[in-house]
Structure formats: structure tokens, C-alpha cells
């Protein structure tokens, strides 16, 4: 129990001289601190989203790939895939059994036999929906995770610049006094620290959730690949 109020105690005590350091710094650096401060929460904001987001994709686009590969009747599939609506790689399969569907049903309709070249030119159009469609979901999930690049790319440039900043005025400070005091030169180191600290707070998450975000849109894009490849060939091995 001593120990539990010991660290909050301490914890109080450096959130105070963390507030007292940032009140007592600088313009520029308050104004880094503030941009440093707005990007880690539009980050947070974005990464709570797409976790949601991909979490949905995931468990959805498993059971499509299930119901996939464990059944051969395309309408069936297609009615089934049609509820899945969060899962990317189900979109994908339905652009391309809707774009089967249409231009076989159009064709027939015309007296056109579907055999030989036809064949080919009905998987080609298939295709061709499938890719815009792969296209437009991995766009969809995307949005967002540009910003999510750019925080942690950007984020601990700032806080270097901040450092770089606070360290130049310690040196100006000691150039003024013509002593390196503790106390002269301290709150310009602290301007420094604060500044680098404040950067890798907004980096760091930002850093592992665009990879991790990078690695499972990897996963939904091959999924949609295989899915259409087995598609394709269903179709010209079928003849129609």
C-alpha cells in the first residue's frame, strides 16, 4: 500500500515538473510541443478507427474464405458473400461474380454462344472488375494510414529539432554568462528533453501500427488475389 501511494506520489510530482517545464519553455518549442501533442491524438484517433476497422475485415474475410473454398456453387457463395459486407476480399469475389452474371446473361441474351475466345474474353472482363474493385478496397482501408506515416516519420524530426533548439540556447546562455551553471543552462536542456520525449510519445504508435496495418492490408490484397485466380479458372475450366 506504502509503495502503491510512494508511486503515485512521484508520478504526481513529475506530471507537476513536466507541466511547470512546458509552461516555462519557449515559443517555438510550446508551438512543436503543440503540433507534437495534436498529431499523437490524431494518430490515437486513427488507430482506435482502423483497428475497428481491420478487426471487422479480418473476422469477416475469414469466414468468406471458408465458405469459399468449401463450396463450389457460385450463386451460393455469392448470396452468402453479399452479408459479408466488411470484408474486402468478399466485395471483391461479388464485383466479379455480379460483372459474370451481367455480361453472361447480356450475351446470351444477344444469341452469343460463349465458347473458345469468348470464354476468355468473359474472364477477362470478370478480371477487370475484380482488379478495379481490389483497387477501391485497398484504398478504403488506406485512408488514413498516410497520416499515420508521416507522424512517425515527421514526430522525432521535431523533437531533434527541439533538442537541437534547446541545446543552442544552453550554449548561448553559457556564452552570455560566461559559466556553465547547473541553473543556467538547465531549463534549456529541459526544453531539449521535453521536445525529444514528446516526439518518440507521437512516433513510436504511430510507427507500429502502420506496419501492423501494412502487414494485415498485405493479407487482405493476396487473399483477393487467390480468391480471383480460383475464380477465373472456374470459369474457363467450366466453359461456361
Same mark, same amino acid.
Request: charged share 15%; net charge neutral; aromatic share 10%.
Given at each position: ?9 512521484n508520478? *504526481?510530482?513529475? =506530471? ?10 519557449? *515559443?517555438?518549442?510550446?508551438? &512543436?510541443l503543440? /503540433? ?8 490515437? +484517433? ?7 476497422q481491420?478487426?471487422?475485415?479480418a473476422?469477416?474475410? $475469414?469466414?468468406f ?10 450463386e451460393g457463395? +455469392? ?12 466485395s /471483391?469475389?461479388t ?6 452474371? %451481367?455480361? $453472361?446473361?447480356?450475351?446470351? %441474351? ?5 465458347? =473458345?475466345?469468348?470464354? %476468355? ?10 482488379r ?11 485512408? =488514413?494510414?498516410?497520416? *499515420? ?6 514526430s ?9 533548439y534547446?541545446? &543552442?540556447?544552453?550554449f548561448?546562455?553559457?556564452g552570455?554568462?560566461?559559466s +556553465?551553471? *547547473? ?13 525529444t520525449? #514528446? =516526439? ?12 501492423? #496495418?501494412?502487414?494485415?492490408?498485405? $493479407? ?5 488475389v487467390?480468391?480471383?485466380? %480460383?475464380?477465373?479458372?472456374?470459369? $474457363?475450366?467450366?466453359?461456361?
Amino acid at each position: 500500500m506504502i509503495t502503491t501511494l510512494n508511486f503515485a506520489a512521484n508520478s *504526481l510530482i513529475g =506530471g507537476l515538473q513536466l507541466a511547470e517545464t512546458v509552461k516555462n519553455s519557449s *515559443l517555438l518549442v510550446n508551438i &512543436m510541443l503543440f /503540433v507534437l501533442i495534436i498529431a499523437s491524438v490524431i494518430s490515437l +484517433a486513427i488507430i482506435a478507427a482502423k483497428f475497428v476497422q481491420y478487426r471487422k475485415a479480418a473476422l469477416e474475410t $475469414k469466414k468468406f474464405v471458408d465458405i469459399f473454398w468449401k463450396n463450389k456453387d457460385l450463386e451460393g457463395v +455469392a448470396a452468402k458473400a453479399g452479408m459479408l459486407v466488411n470484408s474486402p476480399v468478399s466485395s /471483391v469475389f461479388t464485383a466479379g461474380y455480379a460483372e459474370f452474371k %451481367d455480361t $453472361k446473361e447480356s450475351w446470351e %441474351d444477344k444469341g452469343i454462344v460463349i465458347v =473458345g475466345g469468348k470464354v %476468355d474474353e468473359l474472364a477477362a472482363n470478370v478480371d477487370r472488375a475484380m482488379r478495379r474493385e481490389t483497387h477501391a478496397r485497398i484504398q478504403l482501408l488506406e485512408n =488514413g494510414l498516410s497520416f *499515420l506515416a508521416t507522424t512517425a516519420t515527421a514526430s522525432p524530426f521535431i523533437g531533434l529539432f527541439g533538442t537541437v533548439y534547446g541545446i &543552442m540556447n544552453a550554449f548561448q546562455e553559457i556564452g552570455k554568462t560566461g559559466s +556553465a551553471t *547547473l541553473g543556467s543552462i538547465a531549463p534549456h536542456l529541459s526544453d531539449a528533453l521535453v521536445t525529444t520525449a #514528446f =516526439g518518440l510519445i507521437a512516433a513510436i504508435p504511430a510507427s507500429v501500427a502502420f506496419n501492423y #496495418f501494412n502487414a494485415q492490408l498485405q $493479407k487482405f490484397e493476396n487473399e483477393s488475389v487467390n480468391i480471383a485466380a %480460383d475464380f477465373l479458372n472456374q470459369i $474457363k475450366r467450366s466453359n461456361v
